[in-house]
C-alpha cells in the first residue's frame, strides 16, 4: 500500500502541465485506472479482510485526489506566469485603429437636399417604390401609348403593378395626401429596364418637388432650383433655361447647369458643351392637378425632378453611375 502511494504522489508531483496532470488522475482515479481496479477487487475477499483494505485503499484514494487538486493550482499557477512572460506590453505601440462607419456619397447629397428644402418649409415624402400604372403614367398625363410604358422602359410586376420608372408619381400622391397650399420634395430609387454602362443605371435616385399654392411662376421655381444647386455645390451656380417637354407640365422646361468639373470650357464630364442636363421641371400640367383632386382654376405649380446620381457624379466627379450602387466598399471609403 505504501508503494504505492509512493508511486502515485510521485507520479502527481512530476506532472508539471494541466495535460500531464489530467493523465495522472486518469491513470489512477480513472474508470479504468488502477486504484479503481483495486477497489473492484473488494469483492472477492473475507469480510474481514475487505474491511482493512477497502479502508486502507479509500485513505489512498483521498490522498491522491487532494494531491492532484493541490498541485492542479500550482500547475495552473505555473503555466499562467510563463504565459505572462512571454508577452510583453508595448507602450509606444500605435493603438488599435478605431474603423469609423462612412456615409455614401448618395447618402451624403440626400441629406445636402433635404437640408436646403427644409429651411425653405418643404416636407419631405417618401412614397412607394412598386406603384400603380395609374400614379406611374395616367395620372402625370402619360398616356397607354407613350413610349414610356414600353416593357423596354419599365419594370412590370407580375401584379400588374410597376417598379416607379420616376419619383414624379408622388406629385399626384402629394396632392391627395396635404392640404394646399404645400410645399414637398420626395427623393428616392427608381427603375428602369435599361442596359446599364457607365451612365445608364437600372436602378438610380431621384429627387422630385412640388409646390402647390394659388399663384406660382416660373420665376419661384427657378430661385428655388437656384438655391437647392448653391446649397448643394457650396458655390454659386449658373444656370440656363430651355424649352423641354414632359407630358405632366405646361410649359416644361430643361434645366442645365454650367458644368461645375470645368466651369463651362468644356470636358468629358459635360461632353465638351460647357452645360449639364440636370433639371427637368415646369409648371404642373392642369390635367394632372385635377388627378391630385385639386381645381386647377384655384391651384397651380411648379414641379421639378433632379436627377440625384447625376448630381452626386458632377459633385464627386464620378466617372461611372454604376459605383453608386455597387456596394464596394472601396468606393464608399472614398467619401
Ligand atoms: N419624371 C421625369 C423623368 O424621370 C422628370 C421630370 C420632368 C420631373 C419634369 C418633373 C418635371 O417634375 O416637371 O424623366
Same mark, same amino acid.
Given at each position: 500500500?505504501e508503494? %504505492?502511494?509512493?508511486? !502515485? ?8 502541465? *494541466?495535460?500531464? +496532470?489530467k $493523465?495522472v488522475e =486518469?491513470?489512477?482515479?480513472g474508470k ?43 500547475v495552473?499557477?505555473a ?6 512572460a512571454?508577452?510583453r506590453?508595448d507602450?509606444?505601440?500605435p ?5 469609423a462607419?462612412r456615409?455614401h456619397?448618395?447618402?451624403r ?5 433635404e ?8 416636407h419631405?415624402?417618401?412614397y ?7 400614379f406611374?403614367?395616367d395620372? %402625370?398625363?402619360?398616356? !397607354?401609348?407613350?413610349?414610356a410604358?414600353?416593357?423596354?422602359? *419599365?419594370?412590370? +410586376?407580375? $401584379?400588374?403593378? =410597376? ?16 392640404k ?12 428602369r ?20 399654392d394659388r399663384?406660382?411662376?416660373v420665376?419661384?421655381m ?9 446649397g ?7 444656370v ?14 430643361e434645366?442645365d447647369?454650367r458644368?461645375?468639373?470645368c466651369e ?23 390635367n ?6 385639386? $381645381?386647377?382654376e ?17 459633385r464627386?466627379?464620378i ?5 453608386l450602387?455597387?456596394?464596394d466598399l472601396?468606393f464608399?471609403?472614398q467619401?
Amino acid at each position: 500500500m505504501e508503494a %504505492l502511494r509512493t508511486e !502515485a504522489l510521485d507520479e502527481v508531483a512530476a506532472a508539471t502541465t *494541466t495535460a500531464a +496532470l489530467k $493523465d495522472v488522475e =486518469v491513470r489512477w482515479l480513472g474508470k479504468k485506472g488502477r486504484l479503481t481496479a483495486l477497489l473492484k477487487e473488494l469483492g472477492g475477499l473475507s469480510p474481514d479482510d475487505r474491511k482493512a483494505r477497502g479502508q486502507a485503499l479509500n485513505e489512498l484514494k483521498r490522498d491522491i485526489t487532494d494531491a492532484v487538486a493541490q498541485r492542479e493550482i500550482a500547475v495552473a499557477q505555473a503555466e499562467l506566469a510563463a504565459q505572462a512572460a512571454g508577452e510583453r506590453l508595448d507602450p509606444t505601440l500605435p493603438g488599435l485603429p478605431v474603423d469609423a462607419g462612412r456615409l455614401h456619397p448618395l447618402t451624403r447629397v440626400i441629406d445636402s437636399v433635404e437640408d436646403v428644402f427644409e429651411r425653405m418649409g418643404f416636407h419631405i415624402l417618401d412614397y412607394p417604390e412598386a406603384e400603380t400604372e395609374f400614379f406611374n403614367f395616367d395620372g %402625370l398625363n402619360i398616356p !397607354a401609348d407613350h413610349p414610356a410604358r414600353d416593357t423596354q422602359d *419599365t419594370f412590370y +410586376l407580375a $401584379d400588374g403593378n =410597376v417598379l416607379r420608372t420616376h419619383t414624379s408619381p408622388g406629385q399626384v400622391r402629394a396632392m391627395r395626401d396635404l392640404k394646399p397650399p404645400f410645399r414637398a420634395i420626395f427623393p428616392g430609387r427608381v427603375y428602369r429596364c435599361e442596359a446599364t454602362d457607365a451612365s445608364h443605371e437600372h436602378t438610380f435616385h431621384q429627387v422630385e418637388g412640388l409646390m402647390i399654392d394659388r399663384h406660382v411662376s416660373v420665376a419661384h421655381m427657378l430661385h428655388s432650383m437656384m438655391t437647392l444647386l448653391t446649397g448643394v455645390f457650396g458655390r454659386p451656380v449658373q444656370v440656363r433655361l430651355r424649352p423641354g417637354f414632359f407630358p405632366f407640365v405646361e410649359p416644361g422646361f430643361e434645366l442645365d447647369l454650367r458644368c461645375m468639373v470645368c466651369e463651362g470650357a468644356g470636358c468629358p464630364v459635360c461632353k465638351r458643351s460647357g452645360w449639364v442636363e440636370l433639371l427637368p421641371c415646369g409648371l404642373v400640367h392642369p390635367n394632372v392637378i385635377r388627378h391630385g383632386g385639386l $381645381d386647377p382654376e384655384e391651384w397651380e405649380g411648379w414641379a421639378f425632378g433632379l436627377g440625384l446620381s447625376r448630381l452626386v457624379m458632377m459633385r464627386y466627379q464620378i466617372d461611372d453611375i454604376r459605383w453608386l450602387m455597387s456596394g464596394d466598399l472601396r468606393f464608399v471609403r472614398q467619401f
